[in-house]
C-alpha cells in the first residue's frame, strides 16, 4: 500500500486508491501524525470515483525531513508532489495546520486546486457576521452585545456557502 515519489530530492511516502478525480488528503502537525490518520477514509472516497492519495508531509511518517522546513516549503513539496505524480489540478483537504497550507495553495495557486476544504482549523475562519464574540472573562456590564456561542451553531453552518 505504501508508495514513495522523489519530490525535489526528498523521498515522499504517499498511499493512494481509487482512479478519477486526484483528492489529495493533508494531515496534521501532531505528534506521530502521517498519512495513516487517512487510512479509513481512503477506500469510501475511492469508491465514489475519486483518486485519493495521502502523502506524508516532509518530516512525518516514513518521509524525509529536509532543513529548514518552512511554510513556503511545504508549499512548495504539495505541488512538487502533484507535478512527480503528473496531477495538473486537485481536490485538496488539509487538516488542522494542513488546512493553513490547503488555504495558502488554494489562494496563491488557484489554477492547481479544484476545491479547498479545511477540517479542524478553526484559525483561519473569520468571525461570522452577527455572532457576538465576548473574550474570557467578559466585558463591563451593560456595554457589550449579550454572550453568544463561541463559534457558528448547526444551522449557520450548514446555511454558509462554500467558497
Known sequence: MDK?????????????QGHGT????????????????????????????LRVLAPDLPGYG???????????????????????LRIGKA???????????????????????SRAVVIGTGSLLPPLAGVAVVPEGGADQG??????RRGPTWSQMYSMRAV
Open 4 to 16: 514513495f515519489v522523489d519530490v525535489h530530492g526528498v523521498r515522499t511516502r504517499y498511499r493512494e
Open 22 to 49: 486526484a483528492t489529495v488528503l493533508l494531515h496534521g502537525a501532531s505528534l506521530g501524525s502521517s498519512a495513516e490518520v487517512w487510512d479509513s477514509l481512503l477506500g469510501p472516497l475511492a469508491s465514489h470515483g
Open 62 to 84: 516514513l518521509t524525509d525531513l529536509p532543513s529548514p522546513l518552512t511554510p513556503g516549503y511545504q508549499q512548495a513539496h504539495v505541488l512538487g508532489f502533484l507535478d512527480a
Open 91 to 113: 481536490n485538496l483537504v488539509g487538516h488542522s495546520m494542513a488546512g493553513g497550507l490547503c488555504v495558502r495553495l488554494a489562494s496563491a495557486h488557484a489554477e492547481r486546486v
Open 143 to 148: 456595554t457589550s452585545p449579550p454572550r453568544s
